[in-house]
Nanobody, 119 residues
Framework: VQLVESGGGLVQPGGSLRLSCAAS????????MSWYRQAPGQERELVAG????????NYADSVKGRFTISRENAKNTVYLQMNSLKPEDTAIYYC?????????????WGQGTQVTVSS
């Protein structure tokens, strides 16, 4: 099982980035997908989530209206479009896959990609 994030980097305030997470080794279309982030000295927090079919999404209040999560099941990939970036969005962003089947939870984490918002 692998979740490989890409697309992070350094961007100025007000700029945009699109993160990608490529999945392999499991049935991607059966899993809900999420993006989490962790800033230095902070706990990991949920940024956005999307259901397995992509029919429903949810966002942290701090990113609503600025970030958009989407997925392409044919490509086993989930995205996070980040617009109007702020310095407080600086963090390591992690991709997370999860499902519950027959009462058992299956979940996987990516290795993370750094996003730095600074002038």
């Amino acid at each position: 099982v692998q979740l490989v994030e890409s697309g992070g980097g350094l961007v100025q305030p007000g700029g945009s980035l699109r993160l990608s997470c490529a999945a392999s080794g499991f049935t991607f279309s059966s899993y809900g997908m999420s993006w989490y982030r962790q800033a230095p000295g902070q706990e990991r927090e949920l940024v956005a989530g999307i259901t397995s079919a992509g029919s429903s999404t949810n966002y942290a209040d701090s990113v609503k209206g600025r970030f958009t999560i989407s997925r392409e099941n044919a490509k086993n990939t989930v995205y996070l479009q980040m617009n109007s970036l702020k310095p407080e969005d600086t963090a390591i962003y992690y991709c997370y896959a999860a499902r519950t089947r027959w009462g058992r939870r299956y979940d996987y984490w990516g290795q993370g990609t750094q996003v730095t918002v600074s002038s």
